[in-house]
């Protein structure tokens, strides 16, 4: 079976304006004016900027392992696809893309991998095949996913996948992707995830050690033919105060910018532990670096995908 691709039409002048400012409205530096007034969810934001900037979510998951996110603005035209954010996930890579016009080819895209789940001996500088003890190749792997659709608290839209590899030789450990996609703000303790935005979940459990001074990594490949990739020190989401201690993966180009950002800290073992990153390299497949875990039996992180 395969996922719907959008439908590609033509979108009126005066929706696409109205598209663009919506969602870009709580960027404006009159957010906090704006955000006065009843809030239904309690999530900070007030219902009308909520009202203002929420999108029109679709998601569809197949159980061999894909999914597929599609967001657009409340103010496209009633049959269009305008001001388009989508995410399709298959076998541990995830494609994310934003076009201004659904009706045109023209947009930014990146496609993030989760290449492997590495045990390595990290002295703090580049990891390398002598600093490997061991390792599992994400790509190789069979994936499931389950879908749940459900309503929020404010009667926003919201999809639910659950995704993990399933090896054909079985093995203790494993690791669980869990993506949230919603058509309204959410909040989930301090982080609040905009409607142009999915929240990852990285839950890694069971991992059978080799060696007695490892840690875990996840290795990661970003492929792009944007203009510019960076890794900055601090996302755009801990600048808006609607998060703290993150970092963030920027792909931008003429027609915007879309990130990949996680935060600097993750619960290991019922423990907070920091999470650390090699530099940005080049690679076959565009670039890669890594998110160094520490080491225990469940390293759990935080991460988001989305639109600036």
């Known amino acids: 079976m395969e996922l719907p691709e959008p439908r590609n039409v033509q979108v009126r002048r005066a929706a696409m304006i109205f598209a663009l400012l919506a969602t870009g409205a709580f960027t404006l530096a009159s957010f906090a004016a704006l955000a006065d007034g009843a809030d239904s969810d309690g999530d900070g934001i007030s219902d009308a900027v909520e009202a203002a900037t929420a999108r029109n979510l679709n998601g569809l998951g197949i159980p061999e392992g894909r999914f597929r996110v599609q967001s657009v603005s409340v103010g496209a035209a009633p049959d269009g696809h305008d001001d388009e954010f989508s995410l399709l996930f ?70 639910r996948f659950t995704a993990y590899p399933v090896p054909e030789v079985p093995t203790s450990r494993n690791l669980t992707l869990t993506v949230t996609a919603s058509s309204r703000f959410v909040r989930n303790g301090q982080i609040l995830v905009s409607p142009m935005e999915v929240k990852v979940d990285i839950s890694i459990r069971g991992w059978m050690y080799d060696a007695p001074n490892s840690e875990l990594a996840l290795k990661i490949e970003v492929d792009t033919e944007a203009q510019n990739t960076q890794i900055e020190e601090q996302s755009l989401d801990e600048i808006r105060g609607w998060a703290s201690d993150e970092s963030q993966l920027n792909v931008s180009g003429e027609l915007g910018s879309i990130f990949f950002s996680w935060s600097n800290t993750a619960i290991v073992d019922s423990g907070i ?36």
Request: hydrophobic share 35%.
């Open 90 to 159: 298959e076998r541990g890579t995830f494609a994310v893309e934003y076009r201004p016009r659904a009706d045109r080819e023209d947009g930014i895209l990146y496609e993030l991998t989760l290449k492997r789940l590495v045990e390595v001996i990290y002295d703090g500088g580049d990891i390398g095949g002598g600093d490997i003890v061991q390792e599992w190749d994400l790509t190789n792997e069979y994936w499931a996913v389950t879908t749940v659709n459900t309503t929020t608290v404010d009667g926003g839209r919201q999809f």
């Open 273 to 308: 532990a920091a999470v650390r990153r090699t530099n940005l390299a080049p690679s076959e497949g565009g670039s890669e670096f890594f998110l160094i875990y520490g080491r225990g039996q469940v390293p759990y992180h935080t991460s988001k995908m989305g639109v600036e």
